[in-house]
């Protein structure tokens, strides 16, 4: 089995959607679906049952899944470590981002770079799904994460911005003329939410209730990714809310966004596993500290 074929099934095996897998690693659907195929006879047997609606591993999946993770990992750990050696760098921090603004962030980057030619960065888009998976199970090193995060596991680090939240309407929302909305629209209309994690957490992106009390209720359609947002509201199936960036990298014809009025929004900030601090880390915790907010 090759590499990318390793990566398309443990990918595959993630999302559990053909369209977003070849999304995420930048091929067609059809890349993905030979991959499979190719894999399934190799083995001798269906890794995935799929129906028009749902895409699910069978026990030889789960299997192969749980003996694949560790080789790849190593894998990748292993090319990483001969490129970066080959550049004459001696490790590369890996950061994950649950929001989308990387650019926004790049004086960090760019600082830690300058500071550290020994040292390589990599940034990663992290999925809000199981958001503290990938640095749990060591893929990244680094997580931008709203807050608070209060896991025994992980330790803080400084915040990195903050930034006001907009609620997203499709744009034939009786609201979507007015100049900015309360929090007690989501207690008539409701959100849109999938998995987030800790309700603690879940309740700091967007609160259960609004400033009179009332509960905000949460429809749960299937949402793994942004694009999931933005399908279901601007299809008119309800309303999200996300970090005031989002309307600059994200602007769409069909979706208004309108600043909530009394919610104080988000705060993001550094998160790492407290066993594996590292030296890059420290450093790049000493330089968001240094530079202070610059977005």
Same mark, same amino acid.
Request: aromatic share 8%; charged share 25%; hydrophobic share 40%.
């Given at each position: 089995?090759?590499?990318?074929?390793? /990566?398309?099934?443990?990918?595959?095996?993630?999302?559990l959607?053909?369209?977003?897998?070849?999304?995420r690693?930048?091929?067609?659907?059809?890349?993905?679906?030979?991959?499979?195929?190719?894999?399934?006879?190799g083995?001798?047997g269906e890794?995935?049952e799929?129906?028009?609606?749902?895409?699910?591993?069978?026990?030889? &999946?789960?299997?192969?899944?749980?003996?694949?993770?560790?080789?790849?990992?190593?894998?990748k750990?292993?090319?990483?470590?001969?490129?970066?050696?080959?550049?004459?760098?001696?490790?590369v921090?890996?950061?994950?981002?649950?929001?989308?603004?990387?650019h926004?962030?790049? %004086?960090?980057?760019?600082?830690f770079?300058?500071?550290?030619?020994?040292?390589?960065?990599?940034?990663?888009?992290n999925?809000?799904?199981?958001?503290?998976?990938?640095?749990?199970?060591?893929?990244?090193?680094?997580?931008?994460?709203?807050?608070p995060? /209060?896991?025994?596991?992980?330790?803080? &680090?400084?915040?990195?911005?903050?930034?006001?939240?907009?609620?997203?309407?499709?744009?034939?929302h009786?609201?979507?003329?007015d100049?900015?909305?309360?929090? /007690?629209?989501l207690?008539?209309a409701?959100?849109?939410?999938?998995?987030?994690?800790?309700?603690?957490?879940?309740?700091?992106f967007?609160?259960?209730?609004?400033?009179?009390?009332?509960?905000?209720?949460?429809?749960? %359609?299937h949402?793994a990714?942004?694009?999931?947002i933005?399908?279901h509201?601007?299809?008119?199936? &309800?309303?999200?809310?996300?970090?005031?960036?989002?309307t600059?990298?994200?602007?769409?014809?069909d979706?208004?966004?309108?600043?909530i009025?009394?919610?104080p929004?988000?705060?993001w900030?550094?998160?790492?596993?407290?066993?594996?601090?590292?030296?890059?880390?420290?450093?790049?915790?000493?330089?968001?500290r240094?530079?202070?907010?610059?977005?």
């Open positions: 089995m090759e590499l990318r074929d390793i /990566e398309i099934f443990l990918t595959l095996a993630e999302e959607h053909f369209g977003r897998t070849a999304e690693l930048h091929v067609s659907q059809a890349r993905v679906s030979q991959a499979i195929k190719k894999q399934e006879r083995v001798g890794l995935f799929r129906n028009s609606r749902n895409v699910r591993l069978t026990l030889v &999946g789960e299997q192969l899944r749980a003996e694949l993770v560790p080789v790849y990992r190593g894998l750990d292993s090319l990483e470590r001969a490129r970066m050696a080959a550049q004459g760098k001696t490790h921090l890996r950061v994950g981002m649950l929001p989308s603004n990387a926004d962030l790049r %004086p960090y980057w760019e600082t770079r300058a500071r550290h030619p020994q040292w390589g960065l990599r940034i990663r888009h999925p809000f799904v199981d958001a503290f998976g990938l640095l749990r199970n060591g893929d990244i090193d680094v997580l931008v994460a709203w807050l995060v /209060e896991e025994p596991d992980l330790t803080v &680090g400084p915040v990195v911005y903050q930034e006001p939240s907009v609620v997203l309407l499709d744009a034939d009786k609201l979507a003329r100049k900015e909305v309360s929090l /007690e629209i207690g008539d409701g959100i849109l939410q999938g998995p987030a994690g800790p309700d603690y957490w879940a309740d700091a967007m609160p259960f209730h609004t400033p009179s009390g009332r509960p905000i209720e949460r429809h749960a %359609p949402i990714s942004l694009d999931d933005f399908t509201v601007a299809s008119g199936e &309800g309303l999200h809310a996300l970090g005031l960036h989002v600059r990298y994200h602007a769409r014809p979706i208004v966004y309108l600043p009025r009394d919610w929004g988000l705060r900030g550094l998160v790492w596993r407290s066993e594996a601090e590292t030296d890059p880390i420290r450093a790049l915790a000493k330089v968001v240094d530079l202070g907010t610059v977005v």
